[in-house]
């Protein structure tokens, strides 16, 4: 049974950091790419960063140049360093993984381009 754990949510002032992890269980995912998506009450769910398997990553506009996605295939995770966090980042973050196309350079950021997600770890940034 494959299984995505995502943790380090909390909550955080404005202007702080927190790091998700995503620890990957039930499938090898150092081949593939593995993203990051958030979903904010009322709305849809959309695209932080990803990074391939190569360690090429992409980033939303709204956060890049604060947050960082990084990847450790010999521990089947992946990361996300939030920094100068804002209160519009205050969501659910899930974690992804591609399970399609492995050894893929090109860096996904559609959520259909993911085949298994975590449950999610809250994310709340006062001001």
């Known amino acids: 049974q494959v299984q995505l754990v995502e943790s380090g949510g909390g909550l955080v002032q404005a202007g702080g950091s927190l790091r998700l992890s995503c620890a990957a269980s039930g499938r090898t995912f150092s081949s593939y790419p593995l993203g990051w998506f958030r979903q904010a009450p009322g709305k849809e769910r959309e695209f932080v960063a990803a990074i391939t398997w190569t360690g090429s990553t992409r980033y939303a506009d709204s956060v890049k140049d604060r947050f960082t996605i990084s990847r450790d295939n010999a521990k089947n995770s992946v990361y996300l360093q939030m920094n100068s966090l804002k209160p519009e980042d205050t969501a659910v973050y899930y974690c992804?993984?591609?399970?399609?196309?492995?050894?893929?350079?090109?860096?996904?950021?559609?959520?259909?381009?993911?085949?298994?997600w975590g449950q999610g770890t809250q994310v709340t940034v006062s001001s």
């Open positions: 992804a993984a591609d399970y399609k196309h492995p050894y893929r350079n090109y860096v996904p950021s559609d959520s259909g381009e993911y085949v298994y």
